[in-house]
């Protein structure tokens, strides 16, 4: 992998992973047109920590009050995790030979664009609620499991999570903060399960510490977009995007 590779695959991991258009299934797409034959384990590994500090760098208000103030909402994290857990050890193996079929891609990004335009519209409606305290354990446990399945490339977490959330009536803001927050163990449980696969593999290199600089940076800009998107109910255009890409995709 070359410099400039490692650059490209930063900026749009930091992009797609918090923008609701499927970081992993962007991931798969370009690196099967840079040539690579096999999943990029390790190299991905840095991409999603810097990611995961762009989260925690922009949140972290938010993540003391959890240990703080709002333990509750703490409790609602856990719920919502323990399905992504267990979907992810359990169904591993079958998820990671997702990561190298392209037209599946194209299929959940379209999957995904149908998902977001409900939401839209639901959002459009009115018909979250307008109350905080909208979320419950059991709302937690619903948008868990639609994280968990989130892991199969061309979906996306946030936009899924997200969406999900407005669709169970839960306040925008909140449903904004709790996917976020809800990402933070997803992504950790995600670098786990690939730093054990990578074990004995090849050494760090300068191009994953450059990944993991542009995916931080990136990833910063891109929460702040998604934020002013869904509180804008402009999912729609996402949408429309993945729908296209979906498309495009299928039709190569």
Known sequence: ??????????????????????????????????GFKEPQLLFDLFLHI?????????????????????????????????????????????????????????????ATAL??????????????STQMSGLTWLKSLVIGIVQGIA????????????????LLKVDKAQAIRFSFLLSIPAIIGALVLKLASAAGGPSITTNMLIGAFFAFIFGL????LLIKCVVNSNLKFFGFYCLVAGGVILAL
Do not use: C, N
Request: hydrophobic letters at 50%; zero cysteines; glycine letters at 8%.
């Open 151 to 166: 892991i199969i490339p061309g979906i996306s977490r946030s936009g899924s999570t997200i969406s999900s959330a407005v």
């Open 221 to 224: 800009g891109a929460i702040y």
């Open 50 to 110: 810097g990611t995961l500090f762009a989260v925690v760098v922009y949140f972290w208000r938010d993540i003391i009050k959890l240990f703080t103030t709002q333990r509750k909402l703490l409790l609602l994290i856990v719920i919502g995790t323990i399905p992504t857990v267990l979907i992810g050890y359990y169904f591993k193996d079958t998820l990671e030979s997702f990561f190298t079929d392209i037209k599946l891609v194209g299929i959940m990004l379209i």
């Open 1 to 34: 992998m070359s410099h400039v590779e490692a650059v490209i695959s930063g900026i749009v991991q930091g992009i797609t992973e918090f923008l609701p258009i499927s970081s992993s299934g962007h991931l798969v797409i370009l690196h099967h047109y840079f």
């Open 115 to 128: 998902f977001l335009f409900t939401a839209d519209w639901a959002g459009r409606r009115k018909y979250v």
